[in-house]
């Protein structure tokens, strides 16, 4: 079983930054991919960011590049994404989501039914 805690978001004013965090847990013998998803007031959620723990290859959707930056620390079993220039519209509640993935180099999976863990969620406001 496989946890996940995420940490970091809050209330901040346009162009301000954020860094969230996304505490991974449990037993995990093989690679793993692990994405940020966020659900805008009134909106789907939809996927911003994911990495491949094996080679730490990163994703954006095209919305965020640029401004959105996904990484991994593994000694502390944590992802992180940066967020700067934050944006009104980047306001939502913020998940992190993993799946086992044993394709341990290249791209993770996309859909968010593919993600079999998911956190309890952060939420993000920014104030214009």
Same mark, same amino acid.
């Given at each position: 079983?496989?946890?996940?805690?995420?940490?970091?978001?809050?209330?901040?004013?346009?162009?301000?930054?954020? #860094?969230? *965090?996304?505490? /991974? *847990?449990?037993?995990?013998?093989?690679?793993?991919?692990?994405?940020?998803?966020? #659900? %805008? =007031?009134?909106?789907? #959620?939809?996927? /911003? %960011?994911?990495?491949?723990?094996?080679?730490? @290859?990163?994703?954006? &959707?095209?919305? /965020?590049?640029?401004?959105?930056?996904? *990484?991994?620390?593994?000694?502390?079993? &944590?992802?992180?994404?940066?967020?700067?220039?934050?944006? =009104?519209?980047? @306001?939502?509640?913020?998940?992190?989501? %993993?799946?086992?993935?044993?394709?341990?180099?290249?791209?993770? =999976? /996309? #859909?968010?039914?593919?993600?079999?863990?998911?956190?309890?969620?952060?939420?993000?406001?920014?104030? *214009?």
């Amino acid at each position: 079983q496989v946890q996940l805690v995420e940490s970091g978001g809050g209330s901040v004013q346009a162009g301000g930054s954020l #860094r969230l *965090s996304c505490a /991974v *847990s449990g037993t995990i013998s093989t690679s793993y991919c692990v994405g940020w998803f966020r #659900r %805008a =007031p009134g909106k789907e #959620r939809e996927g /911003v %960011a994911r990495i491949n723990n094996g080679d730490g @290859s990163t994703y954006y &959707t095209d919305s /965020v590049k640029g401004r959105f930056t996904i *990484s991994q620390d593994n000694a502390k079993s &944590t992802v992180y994404l940066q967020i700067d220039s934050l944006e =009104p519209e980047d @306001s939502g509640m913020y998940y992190c989501a %993993a799946v086992i993935w044993r394709v341990w180099y290249g791209d993770c =999976p /996309v #859909r968010q039914y593919e993600y079999d863990y998911w956190g309890q969620g952060t939420q993000v406001t920014v104030s *214009s």
